[in-house]
């Protein structure tokens, strides 16, 4: 792909990559374009620091919800109270976790039973349902066509989804879905 940018620079892009990129703002411009799903109160009573419980409020209000921020500032905590509200608003049939590795899901479901939260994490690539890969590009059975059946999809270890995986994975959000990343 070639593109010029106001000073007559010229960019050049590999194809996959640049349509990956379109792909993905796409996504996030239609999952934005939801109302969160969300419930908007209780989440004091499970312990959040007053600091917590105001980035919680002004996550939920969102239907792209991305929470991040250094190791030990309590993300994990504070998305596992997300999920115990999402849980009384959809069930757990309605919510799924899924990380980038299969290490990463395995840690997340580790810090979710520690957090007496009933799911078992998989790879992104499971929850999409992998059909093959096509010069070094993957197909999935979860897309745009046939999305996911959950309302809430949880992408924890964000910072390791690359730009095609991540375009995949909010191609297959539900319309009115929500999605909440976590890294």
């Not at 349509?19 to 799903?37: D, G, M």
Request: charged residues 20%.
């Amino acid at each position: 792909v070639r593109r010029c940018d106001q000073d007559g620079n010229e960019w050049l892009s590999e194809y996959s990559k640049a349509n990956a990129e379109q792909r993905l703002a796409y996504h996030i411009k239609r999952i934005l374009s939801y109302r969160s799903i969300l419930p908007t109160y209780g989440y004091t009573m499970y312990g959040l620091s007053e600091h917590q419980v105001g980035i919680v409020g002004e996550l939920i209000r969102n239907s792209l919800m991305i929470l991040a921020g250094s190791p030990g500032t309590g993300k994990t905590y504070s998305g596992a109270v997300i999920l115990k509200r999402a849980i009384q608003q959809f069930g757990e049939k309605g919510i799924v976790v899924c990380a980038p590795t299969g290490k990463a899901a395995v840690r997340i479901t580790e810090a979710m039973q520690q957090y007496k939260l009933p799911f078992q994490a998989t790879t992104i690539h499971t929850a999409l349902g992998v059909l093959g890969c096509d010069h070094g590009d993957w197909r999935f059975r979860r897309c745009e066509t046939l999305p996911l059946e959950q309302q809430l999809i949880v992408i924890d270890e964000l910072s390791m989804c690359d730009t095609p995986l991540m375009a995949a994975v909010l191609a297959a959000v539900p319309k009115g879905g929500n999605v909440l990343m976590i890294g």
